[in-house]
């Protein structure tokens, strides 16, 4: 049974840093995509960074490239500089390739996701 479970998650001030954790199990390829992605209360899901695990090649939305970091081996999300706009909830999912392209970002081709991990910056 596949699963991922996320951690990390808490509150910090702005300017501060968390890493976030991502634990996959009982997936059956050595090489799969990891996304990450976050909502805020009263917005749309938003893809932020990705991972192809395996191969190595990591994407990164404009909103936070410059700031995050996600791990080639692990898929952890180290996040720095962190702003009160990137409070959220955060979820990593995974698919057994990364798409091109919007295709990267769009949560319906994720096949599984974990529980989530809370992330607030206060000001």
């Known amino acids: 049974q596949v699963q991922l479970v996320e951690s990390g998650g808490g509150s910090v001030q702005a300017g501060g840093s968390l890493t976030l954790s991502c634990v996959l199990s009982?997936?059956?390829?050595?090489?799969?995509?990891i996304g990450w992605f976050r909502q805020a209360p009263g917005r749309e899901r938003e893809g932020v960074a990705a991972v192809y695990v395996g191969y190595g090649t990591t994407w990164y939305s404009d909103s936070v490239k410059g700031r995050f970091t996600i791990s080639q081996d692990s898929a952890a999300l180290q996040m720095n500089n962190l702003t009160t706009d990137d409070t959220a909830m955060y979820y990593c999912a995974a698919n057994p390739r990364c798409y091109d392209g919007s295709w990267l970002w769009d949560a319906t081709v994720y096949d599984h996701w974990g529980q989530g991990t809370p992330v607030t910056v206060s000001s």
């Open positions: 009982g997936y059956p390829r050595s090489t799969y995509c």
